[in-house]
């Protein structure tokens, strides 16, 4: 009785299709307006490996899937905004959590259907862990934690506030340790603050994005980046299986997982929804499921899935997420103000005539911006945070003198202020000389190591203008080689602007370990909290 | 106050059959142009509705029945429902709310389902030799809510339960649940939760919602941030095995669902827990506009549709629909149950999950 309705529904199929209604469509925005058949998702930058499975789901629905990367971050500010409401149809990022806790963070979402999912752990070498006498990898956070404060193995882990994979991880360690088995509340943060900074004391390695921490690591390993190598890391599985020579270790009390939900905005009009839907379901096909454990090494949600033996741990205990944003907040500030390593960093700024104007106006507002006044999500996370020591290194045909300041944690704002004015205090004259001053910056950095050497160490470089003054790109790259052994890991972040050399700034980063930004593409306050993610 | 029930008593087979002559008789053909109807729905009757079967059975009525999925509660108090002809949440409490909104608008109330724990056989037994479960009327079985509560009231984990090697994890014993904010399968085990810390009677007073709610409100809290909508947990279940969640709350539908699908999706140590006392999940549909209407006749009255929702695991208003799957797929089921209970009024039931919400913050 069945089978004579699927002809039937095979011909209705077909004539229904495309004849959805269609609501206003008249938006100008950067990704084009609504369109039947365009997806247009705010997406986590990890998921551009996707992309090969998308360009089938494409064939296969014909929707196809129109991606604008951002930070999580950045995403929740987008969606809180409303900004997100008529430029996207859905947003992909490895987890809603957070952005569920922000008030009405809830509200914006429509459906959420989960693709995949991938937890995060421990990498660490066999040798490594033959040393730690974890072959057998049954560890806990506390065990971890505890070899992690006496030195015994280093790892790199993303910025918290710049990167998901950072931030389950802090989540997860602080719901481990403080082992009561609920979710964790902000009264128990100060409780486990001691053993959280042993967890952290042995990270050497951070990074804005999971994608180029699993390659500074890589580089440091084979010797390409001149930085000490980093033992392990602490990244989402999917990457660690990526890579060679990492053993996964799930620690036994728990982990967070990514679950990458793809989530229609409560604010997709019809074609929008449909298209999801279309795609979803084919995305949750156990063959294309498959596909995606087979590419891109996370887990299927589809239960017909068996999965792959590379998944050791085929059923990882998951540790509670908070519940409240009153709890991630409480954590998340006291990781910046109280547990990680705090850190130093000079601001080797071009203050030559070509910044006159409204470059200089540009560079003013970025370090303003780092100074507590801007009170977005962003704004608020990556400021400049309590012990910090940041040095602004002014130059033009020579360096000026450096203006330090430490940020006091029983009073913040003095510093802050000393920061906030010292920028504003800057005056455009004179010619561009980058090599020496940054070689000034190296100099300031070993007296300031010397005596406190325990620090995330970096240097920024901001010019908007060719080297026309003392040491040349040459000069430069032998005097990194000569640097002391404890300053050998010092990334410098060029960032790109105005008249400034790309190959230069290209140069100067592979030879320190760095990355450049673009502040041409963006503005330069974006940039300068961009790079906050990885001092 | 503990009734027997047996599933389906109020049998509306005579409108049934009324409708079904009137309704089927304009049944669609190849040519006829369908009229499109949109729904807003609880997420867990969503492969129902996306089952070709069903669409093929609603063409026939010359209806294509779009949905979208939502939590039950978000639907009777945040989406926009203006764009939709019909909603269907998954309770009455929900429904009431709506049909209270919408001008006491038609409501059918066409399947159930009862609330039930999805787990694990080591799970089952840890709990069973804890006392905290025993066996049903029939081979099924059953978690004692009264003793489950006492447990969890003193945060007892995993790793506490004496002679545990099975599951020696360092976590609290909790029933993962969606959010009691928006979702109402948590509504529904607020309900369960409270009648038991109420002396085991249904709560009616504003002292008696003073008195339980500290003894219910961690339940819920110290699991920290849950999901808004019923099928995630499941999924989560389904996928991530033991280790992710070992008991998560779901309706009984979605588990008999997958079991009559036989498509590997539930592995062999998998398990369901009846509640005791338990509450049905009663989903109830509110007709908004035109053509809603006629999607709620026809889930009462056509045979197929019953039929159909009964493979989909729902306990049919005609009890016979169900009782076939059952024996026809040799599911695991008993065909009735007994200790259920009644969910407090709408307006009560607001008031607990609206304190219980407070505690989240925001």
């Known amino acids: 009785m069945r089978k004579r309705f699927i002809a039937l529904a095979a011909v209705l199929a077909v004539g229904l299709a495309g004849c959805s209604g269609g609501d206003s469509k008249d938006q100008k925005q950067p990704l084009g307006q609504a369109k039947a058949g365009v997806l247009r998702v705010l997406a986590g930058s990890e998921l551009a490996d996707m992309q090969p499975i998308l360009d089938e789901a494409a064939k296969a629905t014909g929707v196809q899937v129109k991606f604008t990367f951002s930070g999580t971050l950045e995403g929740a500010q987008t969606v809180l905004d409303g900004k997100a409401d008529s430029a996207y149809d859905a947003i992909w990022f490895s987890s809603n959590r957070y952005l569920t806790l922000l008030p009405g963070g809830a509200k914006k979402l429509g459906t959420q259907t989960k693709i995949m999912s991938s937890p995060v752990v421990l990498g660490l070498p066999n040798s490594v862990l033959q040393q730690l006498g974890w072959q057998d990898g049954k560890v806990t956070w506390s065990q971890i934690a505890e070899a992690a404060g006496q030195h015994r193995f280093s790892y790199g882990m993303t910025d918290p506030s710049a990167s998901n994979s950072g931030f389950s991880a802090l989540v997860g360690v602080a719901a481990a340790l403080a082992g009561s088995g609920s979710a964790l509340t902000p009264d128990q943060i100060t409780a486990i603050t001691p053993q959280l900074k042993q967890f952290f004391a042995a990270q050497t390695l951070s990074a804005g994005s999971s994608g180029w921490l699993s390659d500074a690591f890589q580089k440091r390993a084979s010797g390409a980046d001149p930085g000490p190598k980093v033992d392990g890391l602490i990244n989402y599985e999917s990457v660690l299986l990526e890579m060679k020579g990492l053993t996964v270790i799930h620690p036994s009390d728990g982990v967070v997982t990514a679950d990458y939900p793809l989530t229609l905005l409560a604010s997709a009009n019809s074609d929008a929804r449909d298209s999801f839907r279309r795609l979803t379901d084919h995305l949750r096909t156990p063959d294309v499921q498959r596909r995606i454990m087979e590419t891109t090494h996370r887990r299927p949600i589809a239960p017909q899935v068996p999965l792959a033996k590379e998944f050791t741990d085929a059923s990882p205990v998951e540790l509670p997420f908070p519940g409240t944003e009153q709890a991630v907040d409480t954590l998340v500030s006291a990781y910046f103000d109280k547990i990680r390593r705090p850190s130093r960093t000079v601001y080797v700024l071009d203050t030559s005539g070509s910044m006159e104007g409204d470059r200089l106006a540009a560079l003013k507002a970025a370090l303003s911006g780092l100074t507590g006044v801007d009170s977005s999500l962003v704004g608020r996370y990556r400021q400049f945070h309590a012990r910090e020591q940041v040095t602004l290194l002014p130059f033009s045909t020579g360096p000026a003198a450096p203006v330090t300041m430490t940020v006091d944690p029983d009073n913040r704002q003095p510093a802050l202020d000393q920061i906030k004015q010292t920028a504003d205090g800057l005056v455009a004259d004179g010619d561009t000389a980058i090599f020496t001053s940054l070689e000034k910056a190296y100099q300031i950095l070993e007296q300031q190591s010397d005596t406190d050497p325990d620090r995330f160490t970096s240097i920024v470089l901001m010019t908007d203008g060719e080297n026309t003054a003392g040491a040349g790109l040459d000069d430069f790259k032998s005097f990194v080689g000569t640097v002391p052994d404890r300053l050998k890991g010092t990334p410098v972040f060029p960032v790109l602007f105005g008249e400034g050399s790309q190959d230069d700034m290209n140069a100067i980063a592979t030879a320190t370990g760095g990355k450049v930004f673009d502040g041409r593409s963006q503005s330069l306050a974006d940039v300068f909290k961009d790079i906050r993610g990885y001092q | ?362």
């Open chain 2, 1 to 362: 106050m503990k009734r027997l029930i047996s599933i389906g008593l109020a049998v509306v087979l005579v409108t049934g059959v009324a409708l079904a002559v009137i309704f089927g008789s304009g049944g669609g053909t190849d040519s006829a142009p369908l009229t499109t109807v949109r729904g807003v729905i609880g997420s867990e009757k969503l492969a129902f509705f996306s089952d070709q079967r069903v669409k093929d059975a609603f063409a026939r009525h010359g209806l294509d029945v779009q949905v979208d999925p939502a939590g039950s509660r978000q639907m009777a108090i945040q989406t926009d429902l203006s764009r939709y002809d019909f909603a269907f949440p998954s309770s009455s409490p929900a429904a009431d709310r709506i049909r209270h909104d919408h001008g006491n608008a038609h409501t059918y109330a066409p399947f159930s389902s009862p609330m039930a724990v999805a787990t694990f056989a080591p799970i089952v037994d840890l709990l069973t030799k804890a006392g905290v479960v025993h066996k049903g009327a029939g081979d099924y079985d059953v978690l004692d809510i009264a003793k489950y509560m006492e447990l969890t009231a003193n945060g007892t984990r995993w790793d506490q339960l004496p002679g545990n090697t099975s599951y020696p994890v360092r976590k609290n014993i909790l029933i993962t649940t969606t959010d009691p904010r928006d979702s109402n399968s948590a509504a529904m085990y607020l309900s369960i939760a409270s009648y038991v810390a109420n002396g085991f009677s249904v709560v009616n007073t504003q002292q008696q919602e003073a008195t339980i709610l500290p003894k219910v409100t961690p339940l819920f809290t110290n699991q920290g941030y849950t999901q808004n909508s019923s099928d995630a947990p499941f999924e989560d279940y389904l996928s991530a095995g033991i280790g992710r969640n070992p008991m998560v709350l779901v309706y009984e539908a979605q588990y008999a669902d997958r079991l009559v699908r036989d498509d590997g999706s539930i592995k062999p140590d998998m398990r369901l827990l009846y509640l005791s006392p338990t509450v049905y999940s009663k989903h109830t549909l509110v007709a908004l506009k035109g053509p809603g209407d006629q999607v709620g006749q026809l889930l009462n009255s056509d045979p197929e549709l019953s039929k159909l929702a009964a493979t989909f695991g729902f306990r049919t208003q005609d009890p016979k629909y169900f009782t076939q799957v059952v024996s026809e797929h040799k599911l695991p089921l008993p065909t009735s149950l007994v200790d259920t209970v009644d969910p407090p009024s709408f307006e009560t039931l607001e008031r607990l999950l609206d304190a219980v919400g407070k505690q989240y913050g925001a």
